[in-house]
């Protein structure tokens, strides 16, 4: 069974930083896509951060300049750099990897299950 364990949320003042972790665990071939969501209290679940095998990144535009996604293919990680923080990044940070192949073709979607970022002010 393939999982995602987040962790690094905490409580930070507005301008400080947090760094997140998720790391991939079972039996994996390799990952595709992995990526950062978050939700807010009362909102919908929203990307935050995407990055590819390769290191291509996508970020959602009220997090550019501020947060940095990166990944350790090796260890089947995934982090975000979170700087300058702001009262509405308070958030639970959920860690995605679009595909994970367990076999060489047969593949799963995984979530972890949420770390919680509260910035205040």
């Known amino acids: 069974q393939v999982q995602l364990v987040e962790s690094g949320g905490g409580l930070v003042q507005a301008g400080g930083s947090l760094r997140l972790s998720c790391a991939a665990s079972?039996?994996?071939?390799?990952?595709?896509?992995m990526g950062w969501y978050r939700q807010a209290p009362g909102k919908e679940r929203e990307l935050v951060a995407t990055?590819?095998?390769?290191?291509?990144?996508n970020y959602e535009d009220s997090v550019k300049g501020r947060f940095t996604i990166s990944r350790d293919n090796a260890k089947n990680s995934v982090y975000l750099q979170m700087n300058s923080l702001k009262t509405e990044d308070t958030a639970v940070y959920y860690c995605?990897?679009?595909?994970?192949?367990?076999?060489?073709?047969?593949?799963?979607?995984?979530w972890g299950k949420g770390t919680l970022v509260t910035v205040y002010s």
């Open positions: 995605n990897a679009d595909k994970i192949y367990y076999t060489l073709w047969s593949c799963v979607e995984v």
């Open positions: 079972g039996s994996i071939r390799r990952i595709n896509t």
């Open positions: 990055i590819t095998p390769g290191g291509s990144t």
